[in-house]
């Protein structure tokens, strides 16, 4: 009876990263990206880079422990803000990403171009 458990996880714990590939994939494609982009490490956060305006050397950020957080969080702001939507759907995407990265991606929110680009926010370096 263990085993079943174990093989009902895994089956479940598959179809879960399936699923959040699919969401990367469909927002990057929605933004003019290559969705298979979503699926290869460290080169995602590149593209992701791109969709919202942010320079490349930001993906270092993203190493940096506890600076790492505060990174995603206005990275989520600023994709949101690219997608036409709020900071406060921002947010969401960086706290409850499991409920707002799905609604981003298959609802009808179209890519306007990168947020943190046309704000003027991104530094000249």
Known sequence: MEDGLGFFGLILYLAFIAFFIAVGWKI???????????????????????????????????????????VAILVSIDLAKSFGKSAGFGIGLAFLGIIFAPILAFGDAQYQGPAAANSGMTPAI
């Open 28 to 70: 990057f494609t929605k933004a003019g990206k290559p969705g298979w982009a979503a699926i290869v490490p460290i080169y995602n956060i590149f593209v992701m880079m791109e969709v919202v305006g942010r320079p490349a050397w930001w993906v270092v950020l993203f190493l940096i422990p506890f600076v790492n957080f505060v």
